[in-house]
């Protein structure tokens, strides 16, 4: 089921975009993407798990799932952030390429809902509006997406 702002949407490019790519939009705080996956391989090290993506990888806490576990992600939209070039030394392990598809309005009026495509599915950004300006985001716009946070859903 595709919700945005309470109602679910059936129909409509946003709909059939996210549900052909398996994600999901929820209502405003909890607005994001989600995404099935593969455990790739586990970092023992820094007690991390690869989850594969289509398009990306994702780094993880690892809690004991073995590789070629099938896993569902979520990232809310509030936890990604964007950037125009790729940073050089950060403490967020998830950077990923993408590029702007559209920009909405939100529900408050200092904020926008960005879809960005990475590989072959949509992810949503939740920006201020003063942000979106100083990076001059249009649709067609390659930048880096920084994933703050990621839940697991076995």
């Known amino acids: 089921m595709l919700l945005q702002r309470g109602r679910v949407l059936t129909s409509g490019p946003l709909a059939s975009v996210l549900a052909t790519h398996g994600a999901m939009v ?3 705080e909890a607005q994001g993407t989600v995404l099935d996956g593969v ?7 820094w007690h991390l798990l690869r989850v ?7 780094w993880v806490p690892d809690n004991g799932l073995v590789s070629g576990h099938k896993v569902r992600v979520r990232v809310l ?5 964007l950037v125009r070039q790729r940073p050089e030394q950060s403490s967020i392990l998830n950077l990923l390429p993408g590029q702007v598809q559209a920009i909405e309005d939100d529900a408050h009026p ?3 809902n960005v879809q960005l495509r990475v590989g072959d599915a949509t992810w949503l950004a939740r920006v201020t509006r003063r942000s979106a300006a100083a990076l001059e985001l249009v ?3 390659e930048l880096w997406l920084q994933v703050k946070s990621v839940a697991l859903l076995e």
């Open 139 to 141: 649709p067609g716009l």
């Open 39 to 45: 455990v790739g391989a586990r970092d023992a090290a």
């Open 110 to 112: 200092g904020l926008l």
């Open 26 to 28: 929820t209502p405003d």
């Open 77 to 81: 939209a509030r936890d990604v952030s």
């Open 52 to 58: 594969n993506l289509p398009g990306a990888v994702l």
